[in-house]
């Protein structure tokens, strides 16, 4: 099982950016999909972005699109989502979750970060 650790998390203001990584340990990750996923306070757990093992294909929730970019260097085992213009609504907790195949999916993982705490001001 491969153990995925994410860091970059912090307070933001409203426009701001952040830059998300996830890094795994255990095994390689080349041959995972790899997705972000986020829990805002008294939510259910929403799919964000995902992208494919070699990073040909991406995904992306209506909510985030054209703002978050989710990219892979499989050489550094890591996975990252850069965040622009954030919003307030975008606060939560972001986990990352390697996929149990090589290709996109929204709601089967086989492994999960501890997540790290995104916070956008007003």
């Known amino acids: 099982q491969v153990q995925l650790v994410e860091s970059g998390g912090g307070l933001v203001q409203a426009g701001g950016s952040l830059r998300l990584s996830c890094a795994a340990s255990?095994?390689?990750?080349?041959?995972?999909?790899m997705a972000w996923l986020r829990q805002a306070p008294g939510k259910e757990r929403e799919f964000v972005a995902a992208i494919t093992w070699n990073g040909g294909s991406t995904l992306y929730a209506d909510s985030v699109k054209g703002r978050f970019t989710i990219s892979r260097d499989n050489d550094k085992n890591t996975v990252y989502l850069e965040m622009n213009s954030l919003k307030p609504e975008d606060t939560a907790v972001y986990y990352c979750?390697?996929?149990?195949?090589?290709?996109?999916?929204?709601?089967?993982?086989?492994?999960w970060g501890q997540g790290t705490q995104v916070t956008v001001s007003s």
């Open positions: 255990g095994r390689t990750l080349t041959y995972y999909g």
């Open positions: 979750a390697a996929a149990r195949g090589m290709g996109i999916t929204t709601i089967d993982f086989g492994s």
